[in-house]
């Protein structure tokens, strides 16, 4: 057999094996059993016209093996994360499997978003930790079950607020997101905002505050002041991680969530 003929055969097995592999994680437990046809036993045979079909359907099956060796994105639904309106779904589905910066190839889990698809309240983070990474949602973590009482104190379960982060991917051991990461991002977490249509958005911590206001005043000065985005109330304050590490600015932040409750109608809570 010629180097050639060898060369096509182990692409057409490794074609085959890839849409097996395909199939499997499509869900499907069974295919049609077809008895074995070696392609190298083609040029043996006579040329007669009778026995054409066999050559003819060699290429048939390359050609299908090589349509199907790339997996369709996953079609998303209403019940996935974050998704529970059609104008997120959709933005979910353009994001796809997101390889728009360098983050892609370092991260587990996209973190698209989770919560009240039409939330009155919006929380918007900095981006995912490696607990978040690996469950695919926003704020699980230690700083995550801080935000949950947080919101909880203001008089919400997590389920009826929205939260999202500026960058959708883990930056490589929690570094922070760089411009060309935010600049790939951003974008959808705008739409995300819109879809939403919140009435109040809370940025946690400089990243989210930077990313939405456009500015590099540190949030120490911005926290505890209304500021606006797209004609949506936007309050700054200090991200969770942080307070878990000073918790004596957590008075200041809880300030700023009680403006925030006033300003949805929320009686005050001590």
């Not at 036993?41 to 040329?47: D, H, L, M, V």
Request: aromatic content about 6%; proline content about 11%.
């Amino acid at each position: 057999m010629s180097e050639e003929r060898k060369k096509a055969l182990q692409q057409v097995a490794a074609e085959a094996l890839g849409h097996l592999a395909w199939l499997q994680d499509a869900g499907v437990k069974e295919v049609p059993v077809v008895k074995a046809r070696p392609p190298a036993a083609a040029p043996t045979r006579a040329p007669a016209p009778a026995r054409a079909s066999t050559p003819t359907s060699t290429p048939t099956s390359t050609s299908t093996s090589t349509s199907t060796s790339k997996p369709a994105p996953r079609p998303y639904t209403l019940n996935d994360k974050g998704c529970g309106s059609p104008a997120l779904l959709a933005i979910r589905q353009e994001l796809g499997d997101c390889a728009r910066c360098k983050l892609a190839p370092t991260r587990t889990t996209l973190v698209f978003g989770v919560g009240n698809p039409k939330a009155e309240l919006m929380f918007v983070g900095e981006g995912p930790g490696a607990d978040e990474d690996q469950q695919g949602e926003p704020f699980v973590g230690k700083a995550g079950q801080l935000l949950t009482k947080m919101i909880e104190a203001m008089g919400y379960r997590r389920e009826q607020v929205y939260i999202a982060n500026v960058v959708k991917c883990r930056p490589p051991g929690n570094r922070n997101p760089e411009p060309d990461e935010i600049e790939a991002c951003e974008p959808f977490l705008r739409r995300q905002i819109e879809a939403v249509g919140p009435k109040v958005i809370v940025a946690l911590g400089k990243f989210a505050a930077h990313t939405l206001l456009r500015t590099a005043i540190p949030i120490t000065k911005l926290r505890g002041t209304w500021s606006e985005y797209a004609g949506v109330k936007l309050m700054p304050t200090f991200h969770p991680a942080y307070l878990l590490r000073s918790p004596e600015e957590k008075k200041k932040a809880w300030a700023d969530l009680q403006l925030v409750m006033a300003q949805l109608g929320r009686p005050p809570r001590p």
